[in-house]
């Protein structure tokens, strides 16, 4: 089945150690994004990748970095995590909308990072 | 700023009712509004697109509305089961720029 799969699902890391975060999909799909997300509260979009071309949202930190070094694979890296990145980190892709269209997003089942 | 508020936190009903969330926004205005289904530490999964120029739409026991002058979106699930506990997103957007509300947690009890 095609899919999008995120690993691992549950990582723990020390304050300050930097992460990665992995993210491959199956479904050929040519938009990669990153979402935070806090307990009840809403997916926060990251950054997004249209192909090749990185989309940063203006009030992502700088700690947060991505690569994407081929349509299938896209890895999400915290510089020096601090104890408020403590979140579920979610992976999603799209295909490119048509002009003036939608894009119904495909997620990951979420990695869950703690910041000790 | 663009707000998205979902009615409430949490909505409880009985199995068999008809369970309605409501999604208003403000300061936006999008090209579609989506609806996703989120379990306990997994991603959301995708079920309703609607557009803004349309004003419901359907799938099996699940119906949207969409009213672009009032900026509200509801989302109803008929015949309600427990198995539709869970919470649901609603998600607004132009192209590839989506923006999420924080989700109603529906708790069906049989």
């Known amino acids: 089945d095609a899919m999008v799969i995120q690993n691992p699902r549950y990582q723990v890391t020390q304050f300050g150690k930097p992460v990665t975060l992995s993210c491959s999909q199956t479904l050929n799909h040519n938009v990669m994004y990153w979402y935070q997300q806090k307990s009840s509260q809403a997916p926060k979009l990251l950054f997004h990748y249209y192909d090749k071309d990185f989309n940063n949202e203006a009030d992502t930190p700088d700690n947060f970095q991505s690569r994407r070094p081929n349509t299938s694979f896209c890895f999400l890296d915290i510089r020096s995590p601090g104890l408020g990145d403590a979140a579920m980190y979610l992976c999603a892709t799209s295909r490119a909308p048509p002009r003036g269209g939608y894009n119904e997003q495909f997620f990951g089942p979420g990695t869950r990072l703690t910041v000790l | 700023s663009q707000k998205i508020e979902q009615n409430s936190e949490a909505l409880n009903i009985q199995e068999g009712k008809t369970a309605t969330l409501t999604c208003n926004y403000t300061n936006y205005s999008p090209a579609y509004l989506q609806w996703y289904r989120q379990d306990p530490g997994r991603g959301p999964v995708f079920l309703l697109l609607i557009r803004e120029n349309e004003k419901e739409k359907r799938k099996e026991r699940l119906k949207v509305t969409f009213d672009t002058t009032l900026k509200q979106s509801l989302f109803h699930i008929t015949a309600s089961q427990p198995a539709d506990s869970a919470t649901y997103l609603c998600?607004?957007?132009?192209?590839?720029?989506?923006?999420f509300g924080a989700g109603t947690r529906l708790t069906v009890k049989p």
């Open positions: 998600a607004l957007g132009k192209n590839n720029d989506m923006r």
